[in-house]
Nanobody, 115 residues
Framework: QVQLVESGGGLVQPGGSLRLSCAAS????????MAWYRQAPGKQRELVAI???????DYANSVKGRFTISRDNAKNTVYLQMNSLKPEDTAVYYC?????????WGQGTQVTVSS
């Protein structure tokens, strides 16, 4: 069993930055593929960024060049650095951990980009 707790969301002006954190506990964090998803009001949940156990990353086209996903296996934590934020980045951001047989979600953290 894996428990995921997100933090770091909030209100930021367009062009600003935020760093989200997701602390994991309860299992072998380093073996999991970690990802960030987001869900805006009235829209489906979408994949934002993903990082494998080996450190390979991939991003949604809408955030490439602005967001960076990273992980610290010693701290059981995955991060999402978000720069040059836009109003369309406003959403609840969810942390996800997956393995061959398991799939876990955090409770989400709200990110609002507005002037």
């Amino acid at each position: 069993q894996v428990q995921l707790v997100e933090s770091g969301g909030g209100l930021v002006q367009p062009g600003g930055s935020l760093r989200l954190s997701c602390a994991a506990s309860g299992s072998i964090f380093s073996s999991y593929i970690m990802a960030w998803y987001r869900q805006a009001p009235g829209k489906q949940r979408e994949l934002v960024a993903i990082i494998t156990s080996g450190g390979s990353t991939d991003y949604a086209n809408s955030v490439k060049g602005r967001f960076t996903i990273s992980r610290d296996n010693a701290k059981n934590t995955v991060y999402l650095q978000m720069n040059s934020l836009k109003p369309e980045d406003t959403a609840v951001y969810y942390c996800n951990a997956r393995s061959l047989h398991n799939n876990y979600w955090g409770q989400g953290t709200q990110v609002t980009v507005s002037s």
